[in-house]
């Protein structure tokens, strides 16, 4: 057996005996003393313990040598500055490095957003069927219902899209379709430019922080078991990542205020707030993840007209100030019209007509369009014929077996042969500024 120490150590340096065990095999049996402290601060270790594969310093419980930081200097000169090597001297007196700060203009360092048209949700041919089923043991499909069947949509940022329809037409089921939180038939819902319905996992839980959502009923909506500084901060339990725990409550407090409520109402319980109020508190919960998206599904229908001016006015300011967009679904179509950039009108689960908020209540093109509009009582003498009462014949068809061709076509006052043949697409025809689904606008 041959004994071996590390060169350049002194007293307490390591060792390594090698020799044969009784079975044969080599063994090697390292003896490690006091690490010595060398020049660079770090400690030397027998070549032959390195390649034996002997425990480190930290694994043993020992902690490897660090080298101390200097002390600031007492007298009035200033510390020395921390050498450093030649290399990052040298990147740093580069020509490609010489010079004074880019502006503030400049593709690197802007940061305000330039204007984009790139709509930040686009919705192609969505379709969303539920299945009839008959039978107690053995079920099986009699039908189905078309709720939503062929939809198309643009919302671009700092938008809203207003969405009306008489009930039954699909636009709650238009607006889960749009948060993911059901599956679609067919059909594709991309969000800045990326299909949410094959999203999984952390993907959709980033979506849907991004998209949120104000209930029709405020009343239904909020737990009564729990305060309203815990409903709004019950988003920040999902995602820790936009409020820490420390700052919830400030976070909450701020909320409040945004929407017009007293922070002092962190603790009160829903039922001892207003219909308005509770509105409100539903508005707070959907800001608190700083969305992009919001879908309100009717959000002023449970509330009375003194209030939804106050709601619709609130949500008008929000969108001013923190840059968001909407999709807006309402009966009232006054309300639409006061809070929408365009509009979108939807029968029997497919849209009828669609353009900016002037020229679909101006100048509507589909006969669905001019009797909805009809029914809005307008206090002025000399507006035009169309916005006289158009009393339509019927009732809507069931959407277990829509009409053939197009679908308004068993209720519309100017229906002819071609109408029940063919169905009409959502495009823009001569004589007309905007898109609508009618053979004869």
């Known amino acids: ?3 071996a120490s590390s060169p350049g150590s002194g007293t307490g340096s390591s060792s390594c005996t090698r020799g044969r065990s009784p079975n044969g095999r080599r063994s090697v049996t390292c003896t490690r003393g006091p690490p010595t402290r060398t020049r660079g601060g770090c400690s030397r270790r027998c070549r032959a313990w390195v390649r034996a594969g002997c425990r480190s310093f930290r694994s043993r419980g020992r902690r490897p040598i660090r ?13 020395p500055a921390p050498r450093r090597c030649a290399r990052s001297r040298r990147r740093r007196s580069s020509p490609s490095r010489r010079g004074t ?7 690197g360092r802007c940061t305000v957003p330039e204007p984009c048209e790139e709509p930040i949700l686009r919705v192609e041919g969505l379709v969303k069927h539920y299945p009839v089923t008959r039978g107690v043991l053995v079920k099986r499909a009699v039908g189905q219902v078309r709720a939503v069947d062929g939809v ?56 849907r922080r991004r998209v949120q959502i104000v209930l029709q009923d405020p009343y239904s909506s909020l737990n009564p078991r729990m305060t309203v500084g815990d409903i709004v901060a019950e988003p920040f339990a999902v995602h820790p990542e936009v409020a820490p725990k420390g700052e919830r409550r400030r976070r909450v407090r701020e909320l409040l205020e945004i929407v017009g409520l007293s922070p ?95 020229r679909v209540y101006e100048r509507p093109t589909h006969p669905y369009t001019r009797a909805l509009l009809s029914a809005v009582p307008v206090p002025d003498p000399d507006a035009p014929d169309w916005t006289r009462r158009t009393v339509l ?21 100017q229906v002819r042969d071609v109408c029940a043949e063919r169905e009409p697409a959502l495009e823009e025809r001569p004589g007309t500024d905007h898109p609508s689904a009618c053979h004869f606008p």
Do not use: W
């Not at 080298?67 to 510390?79: H, I």
């Not at 198309?152 to 636009?171: A, H």
């Not at 277990?400 to 068993?410: A, E, V």
């Open 1 to 3: 057996m041959t004994s």
């Open 67 to 79: 080298r101390r930081r200097r002390p600031a200097a007492r007298s009035g000169r200033a510390a």
């Open 101 to 107: 700060t880019p502006p503030a203009t400049s593709p």
């Open 152 to 207: 198309d949509l643009e919302l671009r940022r700092g938008e809203t899209l207003g969405v009306v329809g008489e009930s039954g037409c699909g636009k709650s089921t238009l607006a889960r379709l749009l948060l993911a939180a059901e599956r679609p038939t067919a059909g594709t819902v991309r969000f800045d430019g990326r299909d949410i319905f094959a999203m999984r996992g952390r993907e959709l839980r980033a979506l």
């Open 264 to 358: 002092d109402a962190l603790d009160r319980y829903p039922h001892q707030f207003s219909g308005g109020q509770r509105q409100r508190v539903g508005i707070a919960r959907a800001l608190a993840l700083r969305p992009d998206v919001i879908v309100c599904d009717e959000p002023v229908s449970a509330l009375d007209v003194s209030v939804q001016a106050q709601v619709l006015n609130l949500l008008a300011d929000l969108r001013r100030e923190l840059g968001l967009a909407y999709v807006f679904i309402a009966h009232d179509l006054a309300a639409v019209r006061h809070i929408s950039d365009r509009v979108a009108v939807m029968y029997l689960g497919k849209i009828v007509e669609t353009g900016d908020e002037t």
């Open 393 to 413: 014949d019927g009732d809507p068809p069931s959407p277990l077996d829509p009409p053939s061709g197009c679908r308004f076509r068993t209720r519309c006052p």
